[in-house]
């Protein structure tokens, strides 16, 4: 089993660009999350999804947009990158009382 | 609403003694606690969790916690440090019968182990 894949790992944007960031997962989780890391930070929720067709702002959400159109693939748009939106973008399952993580997609906007 | 401190940004300690990471945590119901480690370019990794019972959990790698509810702390310990252990490491808490799940992260506190 692959886990949690994230797609792309690096992404380099101008500002005002678009891009969406994929996130899929093969363990049939129903609970899928979109975190973003910054230096001295930790992790904030961005979106989350409780299932197939759902989804919900996390702390985070202004400048993003989510989709769960399956229930493996949770997928994290961003219609016009900003500066700030330069991070670590983490996304993750939950099952059995834990959350599994992605490797990671790191974005630098400039 | 709910919180979790790491009041150290950074933790240094020598190889083969004794290591503590501290976190404390706000709740309006029960806890769940949970800590994570990540290393450099790297995902989180589940270390461990407090659901309910034994206030001592042990964990992965070595690593334990105890849940301290009247001091509303989770502290990660573990008795002797393996410069392996060098990573930076989140203590996340979520309350219980929340329905999304929804886990509250630390800033993260970065562990250096000297050898």
């Known amino acids: 089993n692959a886990g949690v894949t994230q797609t792309p790992k690096f992404r380099v944007l101008k500002t005002g660009q678009s891009m969406t960031l994929l996130c899929a997962q093969d363990?049939?989780?129903?609970?899928m999350y979109w975190y973003r890391q910054d230096p001295g930070m930790g992790l904030r929720l961005i979106h989350y999804?409780?299932?197939?067709?759902?989804?919900a702002k996390g702390e985070v959400p202004d400048g993003y947009n989510v989709s769960r159109l399956k229930k493996q693939n949770f997928l994290l748009g961003l219609e016009s990158a900003a500066p700030s939106q330069t991070s670590v973008y983490f996304c993750a399952t939950f099952a059995g009382g834990e959350q599994y993580f992605g490797p990671g997609t790191r974005l630098t906007v400039t | 609403a709910q919180s979790v401190a790491q009041p150290e940004d950074q933790v240094n300690v020598a190889e083969g003694n004794p290591l503590t990471v501290k976190c404390t945590y706000s709740v309006s119901g029960n806890p769940y606690l949970f800590w994570y480690v990540q290393y450099p370019n790297r995902g989180l990794q589940f270390l461990l969790k407090y659901i309910t019972g034994d206030n001592l959990v042990k964990g992965s790698y070595g690593f334990e916690a105890e849940f301290n509810k009247s001091q509303t702390s989770f502290h990660l310990k573990k008795p002797s440090a393996l410069v392996s252990d060098s990573a930076l490491y989140f203590c996340?808490?979520?309350?219980?019968?929340?329905?999304?799940?929804?886990?509250?992260f630390g800033k993260g506190t970065k562990l250096s182990v000297i050898p």
């Open positions: 996340a808490v979520r309350e219980s019968g929340a329905g999304s799940y929804q886990l509250t």
């Open positions: 999804s409780v299932g197939e067709g759902t989804t």
């Open positions: 363990m049939n989780h129903e609970y």
